[in-house]
């Protein structure tokens, strides 16, 4: 659909459907791969790079429309150090997230990665997959989103047309 000249794209893109309980399983489930992290554009995050934090991280907002919202994921930050001989395994990899049970409350919470590379970036992740010794964490973008503009084209999908005023 295009609003304004602009290609809009639905609510459903934003989620990444990969939860910390399926993360731990593929880890699990794969104890000896190295797991190499793969943004967007098919780079990797440096095979070296350290997960240095498991954290919840909570965010209360207001959209546009004056509707309150909660959004809760597990935020993995990443760090690329020195260390360059350095490799996690996804053994080690499923005990660092295993830390984060004291203050997780739910293993069915989003995961994205924090990379630093020029700006800190948060990229959600789509998928895992194993590649040879390797286990790829595909990761996706992030968008920004107008929730009240998605509930007024909801709302008025049965017959009228929306327009870019639906939003603020």
């Not at 809009?8 to 990969?18: D, F, L, R």
């Amino acid at each position: 659909m295009i609003i304004a000249g602009l290609l809009y794209m639905p609510k459903q893109v934003y989620t990444s459907g990969m939860t910390l309980r399926d993360l731990q399983n593929a880890l699990e489930a794969n104890p000896k791969r190295f797991p190499r992290f793969v943004l967007p554009d098919g780079d990797y995050i440096p095979a070296h790079a350290h997960v240095t934090e498991v954290g919840h991280v909570v965010r209360n907002f207001i959209d546009c429309g004056g509707v309150t919202g909660k959004e809760e994921k597990v935020l993995l930050q990443t760090h690329v150090g020195n260390d360059t001989d350095h490799r996690l395994r996804s053994d080690r990899f499923a005990k660092i997230l295993r830390l984060g049970d004291r203050l997780i409350p739910s293993a069915d919470l989003d995961v994205d990665v924090e990379y630093d590379c020029c700006v800190v970036a948060q990229y959600p992740i789509a998928e895992v997959t194993p590649d040879g010794e390797h286990l790829n964490l595909i990761l996706q973008r992030r968008r920004t989103q107008c929730r009240a503009r998605e509930r007024r084209e909801g709302e008025t999908a049965a017959g009228c047309r929306a327009t870019s005023a639906a939003c603020c």
